[in-house]
């Protein structure tokens, strides 16, 4: 079974840091291209940023608001993808999904086609 | 960044109904444009990608189309289980932008 499962996620001050985990299975992780959405209490999704694999030359984007803040990272050994969030702001206050694109179509027009259950993060003093 | 824009932000519908949902693009993305439902408490769910292929597993009674700027997510003879949000993605360029999502629900 294709499966993303997030972990994490907690109350953090304002100014911490806070490092998310979202563990796959079920499909080649090193041949995906891995994502991060995020979703505010009541809001819509906002993209927060992507990695692709090191096959297609590993690379980052972020979204404005996180980017300089927010640092996302893989281990293909451990078919685990990670969010580094520092600095954090109550405004990063959200459920923090990961998504995966793979196969070959999924990755040329980028569809994330696997989501994980989400995890909650809380930025409140 | 793309600018993503959704019409209508609501909208109140019956079982059986055929509902229109549009997705307009702030600059040409080609046909880099995905759909995603999403019901309250869970993860979106991918339905079209490519402006209108179905994901697999995805009923026939959805259908997206348009190129360019302007794009339609369809859905024929609404079933209880649709009444959820859906949401366009702009996958032309990062970052890659939602709309505001589209609310369905029963009339």
């Known amino acids: 079974e294709v499966q993303l499962v997030e972990s994490g996620g907690g109350l953090v001050k304002p100014g911490g840091s806070l490092r998310l985990s979202c563990a796959a299975s079920?499909?080649?992780?090193?041949?995906?291209?891995m994502s991060w959405v995020r979703q505010a209490p009541g809001k819509g999704l906002e993209w927060v940023g992507r990695i692709k694999s090191k096959t297609d030359d590993g690379t980052t984007d972020y979204a404005a608001p996180v980017r300089g803040r927010f640092t996302i990272s893989r281990d293909d050994s451990k078919n685990t993808l990670y969010l580094q969030m520092n600095s954090l702001k109550t405004e990063d206050t959200a459920v923090y999904y990961c998504?995966?694109?793979?196969?070959?179509?999924?990755?040329?027009?980028?569809?994330?086609?696997?989501w994980g259950q989400g995890t909650t993060v809380t930025v409140s003093s | 960044d793309i600018q993503m824009t959704q019409s209508p932000s609501s909208l109140s519908a019956s079982v059986g109904d055929r509902v229109t949902i549009t997705c307009r693009a702030s600059q040409r993305i080609s046909s880099y444009l995905n759909w995603y439902q999403q019901k309250a408490g869970k993860a979106p769910n991918p339905l079209i990608y490519a402006a209108s292929s179905l994901q697999s597993g995805v009923p026939s009674r959805f259908s997206g189309s348009g190129s360019g700027t302007d794009f339609t997510l369809t859905i024929n003879s609404l079933q209880p289980e649709d009444f959820a949000t859906y949401y366009c993605q702009q996958s032309y360029t990062t970052p890659g932008t939602f709309g505001q999502g589209t609310k369905v629900e029963i009339k």
């Open positions: 998504a995966s694109s793979s196969g070959w179509s999924s990755v040329y027009y980028y569809v994330m086609d696997v």
């Open positions: 079920g499909f080649t992780f090193s041949n995906a291209w």
